[in-house]
């Protein structure tokens, strides 16, 4: 199953051709009100001796909920010459054993696998939206409707970030639903989950709003939180309010065992409406870029930079020739506000970044070695992934001369000099200055801030370091100017980032 980087039991809804593959199931689609038409209000009723009832509005709804199958060429795993059957434990040995009997093509180089998922029409006219990986690598996509007509598909238009995809099917008068594009949702409103759990067919579930707003990895949007359970097969799904509205897409499930534990998510249809308006009009998303890397102020970085709350973000890294180092936005800035009002997090900066429309001027309130100044920004188009990772690729030329000055111990951190062969050891290029760690002690601040043997500290509080010695002499210069902390930033494989290390003197 496929992990989010922010929670390893973190897993995604819907189940698409790769996946099924692979024994992985993926995520759900994100909606939009491309559909303006109003459905009728519905409510729920109250039945004698009975809880609320949601019947009515499930017969209503359920007609544009529609399942989706895929099936694509993947490759086929036991074809693999380095699949080694005999290295396997016994009992799993037995088992692909069987599965190659059992399956005439187990040594073709590709096979056809297929997968399931959710999702709904939001047109009389055959357009419908589901989820991006349900149908990024289908060959082939079969819709099937609750009255049993079954339809080819083709895509519209997809968009990877929000893991959203529109599709179409020839034909009219089918049943629809609309996005509430402001739904107001507070904890503890009822809301009720349709899709296709497990192949099952149209199966509605219903619950409360948990929590709205979680950050679970999305960068462009806040889920919303749900207890209604969700299962593997129902993403794309909708989820409605007790008017009959979409207020969000069944996207992810936290859970240990891969079904529902009580703890869904679901993207808000508020977040959606503008990505497949874009999708249907364009085929693709045009979103705003300023070209850095950030990261939030986390810990004692604020009182490293002298600032009083955790409020901004922190800028890591520039891409060369993106709008940022044009207009000269630098590594080390903290962006405090955008347009006039305050940036919160790092996820905050990039979601309002990529709201702005190409060639907007924007203006960025930054802090810079303690004083604040504005720049303006002319907002670039954000490039698709592939290029994105080409211009992230390289780090930048760094100015200063390499230094030879042996290895020093400071703070719990052993420091040696970044000679070639260490460079070979961590995939350097030759232009990159710096100090490599080789050493940090277990139990020290370091350590607990994840500094690890195999980084590279490239600056303390924005000036070089090019050798042992000059890390030394920070700290030391830190602590006679009464710092209580200094700001690192370290390289490593992932890329950059900032650390803030307390300075106190290690007797004390």
């Known amino acids: 199953m496929f992990r989010s980087k922010n929670f390893r039991r973190m897993q995604t809804a819907g189940v698409s051709a790769a996946a099924i593959a692979l024994a992985a199931f993926g995520g759900a689609a994100i909606a939009s009100a491309q559909n303006t038409d109003s459905a009728p209000a519905l409510s729920g009723t109250m039945q004698n001796g009975a809880p609320f009832s ?93 009255d049993g007509r079954e339809f080819p598909a083709e895509v519209v238009g997809l968009d990877q970030p929000t893991d959203l995809a529109v599709l179409r099917v020839e034909g009219s008068d089918f049943p629809h639903v609309a996005f509430d594009q402001d739904p107001n949702l507070r904890v503890g409103d009822w809301v009720v989950a349709m899709g296709n759990p497990f192949g099952l067919g149209g199966t509605a579930t219903a619950g409360i709003v948990s929590a709205s707003g979680r950050e679970i990895g999305g960068a462009y949007n806040g889920f919303i ?68 890397t950030i990261q939030n102020l986390a810990e004692d970085v604020p009182e490293a930079l002298g600032l009083d709350d955790d409020e901004g973000a922190i800028v890591t890294d520039v891409v060369n020739g993106s709008p940022a180092e044009k207009a000269g936005i630098q590594s080390g800035d903290v962006v405090l506000e955008m347009n006039g009002e305050k940036v919160e997090s790092s996820v905050d900066l990039t979601r309002r970044v990529g709201n702005l429309a190409v060639d907007e001027r924007a203006t960025f309130r930054v802090l810079r070695d303690g004083r604040e100044r504005t720049i303006r920004v002319e907002i670039g188009e954000r490039p698709d992934a592939d290029t994105l990772a080409e ?118």
């Not at 909920?65 to 290295?87: C, G, H, R, T, Y």
């Not at 009464?482 to 690192?488: E, F, G, M």
């Open 225 to 292: 939180q749900i207890d209604a359970p969700i299962n593997r097969g129902n993403s794309g799904g909708p989820l409605f309010n007790i008017d009959g509205r979409v207020v969000g897409v069944n996207s992810q499930i936290f859970s240990p065992t891969g079904g529902n534990i009580g703890i869904g998510f679901a993207i808000p249809s508020s977040a959606a409406s503008n990505i497949v308006d874009q999708l249907v009009q364009e085929g693709r998303v045009v979103r705003g870029w300023l070209g850095v």
């Open 54 to 146: 949601f019947a009515d509005l499930i017969e209503q709804v359920s007609p544009a909920v529609v399942s989706i199958e895929v099936e694509a060429e993947v490759e086929n795993p036991f074809a693999n010459p380095d699949f080694d059957l005999e290295a396997l434990p016994p009992g799993f040995r037995e088992f692909f054993e069987e599965f190659r009997r059992r399956t005439p093509d187990s040594d073709e180089e590709t096979r056809r696998a297929r997968g399931a998922g959710s999702g709904f029409f939001i047109s009389a006219d055959g357009l419908l939206v589901t989820n991006y990986h349900v149908v990024s690598e289908a060959d082939d996509i079969t819709v099937s409707l609750k």
């Open 391 to 508: 211009l992230s690729q390289g780090p930048q030329q760094e100015d200063s001369a390499p230094s030879e000055d042996g290895e020093a111990e400071i703070l719990g951190v052993t420091l040696t000099e970044l000679d070639t062969e260490t460079r070979e050891a961590l995939g350097l290029d030759s232009n990159i200055r710096g100090v490599a760690v080789a050493n940090v002690g277990g139990g020290s601040e370091a350590a607990e801030k994840g500094l690890r043997r195999g980084e590279v500290i490239l600056e303390v509080n924005g000036n070089a370091v090019n050798g042992a010695s000059d890390f030394t002499q920070a700290i030391e210069e830190a602590r006679a100017n009464n710092r209580s902390a200094v700001l690192v930033r370290v390289l490593n494989p992932q890329g950059r980032r900032y650390i803030a290390l307390s300075v106190a003197d290690e007797d004390e």
